[in-house]
């Protein structure tokens, strides 16, 4: 089981930036999936990226491209989700989850750990 632990939510105004970490432990990580994804409130869960561990390989959602990137840290077993440019749109608590195989990357249930999320919040 991997334990996944996220930090670097706040509020912000639109047209900051922030970077969201994502610390995991308790197992290795060279074969794991690592994606990002969040709730805003009424909303189902979506997806807005994800990083494989073993070859950089990435995903994103197209309302993230050019403003958000994943990266990982594999000497720290931290992810990061860099985000640019953020929009009212872009609240919602964000969730870092890991999973066994590349596939379908966007999809929840290709994750197994997920961590507890940290709240974004973009004022206009």
């Known amino acids: 089981q991997v334990q996944l632990v996220e930090s670097g939510g706040g509020l912000v105004q639109a047209g900051d930036s922030l970077r969201l970490s994502c610390a995991a432990s308790?197992?290795?990580?060279?074969?794991?999936?690592m994606g990002w994804f969040r709730q805003a409130p009424g909303k189902e869960r979506e997806f807005v990226a994800a990083?494989?561990?073993?070859?950089?390989?990435?995903s994103y959602r197209d309302f993230v491209k050019g403003r958000f990137t994943i990266s990982r840290d594999n000497a720290k077993n931290t992810v990061y989700l860099q985000m640019n440019s953020l929009k009212p749109e872009d609240t919602a608590v964000y969730y870092c989850?890991?999973?066994?195989?590349?596939?379908?990357?966007?999809?929840?249930?290709?994750?197994?750990?997920w961590g507890q999320g940290t709240q974004v919040t973009v004022s206009s």
């Open positions: 308790g197992r290795t990580f060279s074969s794991y999936v």
């Open positions: 989850a890991a999973g066994p195989t590349w596939g379908r990357p966007w999809r929840a249930n290709s994750y197994g750990s």
């Open positions: 990083i494989n561990w073993s070859d950089d390989s990435t």
